[in-house]
């Protein structure tokens, strides 16, 4: 199952919409949170035809044409040409079937308020009568529950597609190949590299870190359009210095550093594959659609059995 198949890419309405599928330790839900879903649900696949939700909750309430409010679970609206068409949305949370009086309620509710289609959506099914009154009456049906141990569903991981990270990481480093201290010339490789960590000594037994020359020589060469080609810097002193050295003492008169400067590509890509689990199912009952539901947003289209 690819993303391509996907009805809705955590298309959220709001925080505030999408907060109760947030859900903590609680192995069910509540009918508010059943609410909260719902509306969720149908804002996010009906986005692409313009459909949007216009309430939903105690709140939400039409006054019919008789004077008398109505509330109303969840009440959306869509634009065609002129016209606007409301939908509205009974939900059920319960463990009983719906029985057919729900259905006639709703027509009644939609009668007087003139709203144009309905739809019920349940956790636990429906009674064969109610199915066949609906249809009669042009109501849809759709239950809507947590996936359990008995769905082909349970637990399912899908996965929804891949992240890649590239990390553009280059180093510029100087290699000195030759140090000239005037009294001596050190280009073994091993030597150059003890004497980048080196204290070099004044007369006056002041210490000073060599270290600051091998940054000065780095600087400079990036400064440089030849840098790529063995360069030597002159670093002139005006005092004599000291280094300390198993074979004796060696004083330097200045210091001259040859190196050029090397460049090195250590980028790489990092992938992670994200998926996400089913938590809940939809069936639509007359439309003969399968969706699922994942607690991060995501609605599958799931293929037909028939």
């Known amino acids: ?74 009440l959306t609206e869509q634009v065609d040409g002129k016209r606007i068409l409301l939908t509205a949305i009974e939900c059920k949370y319960a463990k009983k079937k719906v029985t057919k009086d729900v259905v006639m309620k709703l027509s009644k509710v939609m009668e007087d308020s003139q709203i144009d289609c309905g739809i019920i959506v349940c956790k636990a099914g429906f009674t064969m009568d109610t199915q066949t009154f609906a249809e009669h009456v ?24 891949t992240v890649v990270f590239n990390f553009d990481i280059r180093h510029t480093r100087p290699k000195i190949t030759r140090i000239d201290f005037g009294t001596r010339t050190i280009e073994h490789r091993d030597q150059i590299r003890v004497m980048s960590s080196i204290n070099l000594r004044n007369s006056h ?15 400079e060469l990036q400064k440089r359009e030849e840098s790529t080609q063995p360069t030597t810097i002159d670093f002139p002193l005006n005092f004599k210095l000291y280094c300390e050295f198993p074979e004796g003492r060696m004083g330097a008169d200045w210091i001259s550093i040859t190196g050029i400067l090397t460049h090195s ?40 059995t028939s």
């Open 138 to 161: 042009g109501i849809k049906l759709v239950e809507l529950r947590e996936a359990g141990k008995s769905d082909e569903e349970y637990k399912k991981t899908m996965e929804i597609g």
């Open 265 to 304: 590509d250590e980028s790489f890509k990092k992938s992670f594959r994200l998926t996400d689990q089913v938590w809940m199912i939809m069936n639509e009952l007359f439309d003969q659609r399968k969706l699922t539901l994942s607690k991060s947003g995501l609605i599958w289209n799931l293929p037909s």
């Open 205 to 219: 037994g002041d210490w000073i870190s060599f270290g600051k020359f091998v940054s000065a020589f780095s600087k």
């Open 1 to 74: 199952m690819g993303v391509k198949n996907l009805y809705a890419i955590v298309q959220i309405i709001s925080s505030a919409n999408y907060e109760c599928l947030i859900m903590t330790n609680a192995n069910e839900l509540n009918w508010k949170e059943y609410e909260a879903i719902t509306q969720y649900i149908y804002g996010a696949l009906g986005a692409g035809d313009g459909v949007k939700v216009k309430g939903y909750g105690h709140n939400c309430k039409v006054k019919g044409r008789s004077g008398v409010e109505h509330q109303i679970d969840v």
